[in-house]
């Protein structure tokens, strides 16, 4: 009997996955919802810090899944405890015989029409973050305007807002919109480009070079209070309201583009897996590890391991050594060492 | 006629319409200082601080706000010891901000 390993997803986090776990010697089986793999990034043009093309790292990934075995446009419809690992059933009728699963089912975008005083799908020149690398990627929208002369960029969109039902940091949206915003004044050298936001978190290597880069080369202004409330004008602009909470004065402001930075938020379909192998979901809807500190790729069912942002949220980077992690942890799983 | 109320003028800084000339000027002069990042340690080490109200945080903030007035009064109870240069995190060189800021001011020729 074949034993598979099972993994959930075909974003980078799956796609690294399935590559090393192949290199290691073992029989991965890639399973991903959708007709094509990729998953956030695939949507995504460039990335911090290095302004590398997202299609590069997803075609690099496609490159070492050749010889794996991969089920496209398939869900998982049932799955099943073995004696030794679980039988998995997908839509589309095959069968695996699985030894290990490993979860990479990742993350949804926060859906920024619920903030509703922010205007999305209201407004007209209202855009998210992931609409506006749809443009850069040349897709056509009516909603960026040919010449902007002021251009916002919301942070904490459906982050940090237990209101909203995510109390959490997204983790990548801070430097997502920096870099964002340099794209923009660089399409754009004579419009001004906000950025209101409650706290800059620039943890990461290279990126606090980006911030002094916006700050002292492109000449973005930060405003650090939360954005009250946007409303449309008569010639069609959007005026933004918020505090300018360093000088404690209410402060205003006219664009022709508003940019939201929403969040990384948990898949509203993780409690099926959690219910079909019978383990608790973390408090904030995320898969749970068996410790956050030394044993984050790992469960609290044997042979369930986990890879990326379907524990929280996660930059590239951390999804890739994770993935390579859960990949070797499933080989010390299958070999008996661990 | 009293109505028992009058009204105070709006604070809002309304962004369309404020006057940047002077802090573009400055940034010309040294682009370091659109790096600051309002950590306050200039104004805490300031001597005159707290007696005055001086505060090269509150200086810049006020620039680029178009408070051009605030800024005036500050910049003139400053006693150009340097303090806040040695303590800025992001290198800014505060001292020689506050002699070009003066120098625009007095519409004095001068070397940056």
Redesign the interface.
């Known amino acids: 009997m074949a034993e598979y390993i099972a993994v959930v997803g075909g974003g980078i986090a799956g796609m690294e996955t399935a590559v090393r776990l192949k290199a290691l010697g073992l029989e991965p089986v890639l399973i991903e919802r959708s007709e094509s793999l990729g998953g956030h990034v695939a949507s995504w043009h460039r990335l911090f810090p290095d302004m590398s093309h997202a299609d590069k790292l997803i075609k690099d990934l496609e490159k070492g899944l050749e010889d794996v075995d991969v089920q496209l446009g398939a869900e998982i419809s049932s799955l099943n405890p073995l004696r030794k690992g679980y039988s998995l059933v997908l839509t589309n009728g095959k069968v695996y015989p699985c030894r290990a699963i490993v979860l990479a089912t990742g993350f949804s975008l926060f859906p920024a029409e619920r903030k509703e005083e922010y205007g999305y799908g209201i407004y007209d020149h209202v855009i998210t973050n992931r609409d506006l690398e749809g443009w850069f990627n040349g897709k056509a929208d009516s909603r960026v305007p040919e010449s902007p002369r002021?251009i916002g960029f919301v942070h904490c969109v459906g982050s940090r807002d237990i209101k909203a039902g995510n109390s959490q940091c997204s983790k990548v949206c801070c430097i997502t919109a920096i870099k964002q915003a340099i794209e923009m004044k660089e399409k754009f050298p004579e419009a001004?480009v906000?950025c209101f936001y409650m706290d800059l978190r620039l943890f990461g290597k290279k990126y606090e070079d980006f911030y002094?880069k916006a700050?002292?080369?492109y000449?973005i202004?930060f405003i650090?209070g939360r954005v009250s409330e946007v409303a449309e004008t008569i010639d069609g602009q959007v005026q933004v309201k918020a505090e300018?909470t360093?000088?404690g004065?209410?402060?205003?402001?006219?664009l022709d583009l508003l940019v939201l930075m929403a969040g990384i938020v948990c898949n509203a379909d993780n409690q099926t897996f959690t219910q079909a192998v019978q383990m608790p979901l973390d408090d904030d809807g995320f898969f749970r590890s068996r410790d956050n500190v030394g044993a984050i790729t790992e469960s609290d069912r044997p042979g369930v391991f986990f890879a990326g942002a379907c524990t929280g949220a996660k930059t590239i980077p951390e999804t890739l050594a994770e993935a390579r992690s859960a990949a070797l942890n499933v080989y010390l799983y299958v070999k008996g060492l661990k | 006629m009293d109505f028992g109320f009058s009204l105070s003028p709006?604070?809002?800084?309304?962004?369309?319409k404020v006057d940047l000339s002077l802090y573009d000027r400055l940034?010309a002069i040294d682009?370091?200082i659109?790096?600051?990042i309002?950590c306050g340690s200039c104004s805490a080490t300031c001597t005159a601080s707290a007696y005055s109200g001086m505060s090269v945080r509150?200086v810049l903030?006020?620039m680029?706000?178009g408070?051009m007035q605030e800024v005036e009064k500050m910049l003139s109870n400053c006693m150009l010891c340097g303090k806040c240069t040695m303590v800025c995190p992001?290198g800014i060189n505060t001292r020689r901000l506050i002699l070009n800021a003066c120098r625009l001011y007095a519409n004095v020729e001068g070397e940056a």
């Open positions: 002021a001004e906000y002094i700050q002292r080369d000449n202004h650090r300018d360093l000088s004065k209410p402060v205003r402001v006219r | 709006s604070s809002a800084v309304n962004l369309d940034a682009p370091g659109r790096t600051c309002g509150k903030l006020a680029q706000r408070r992001r």
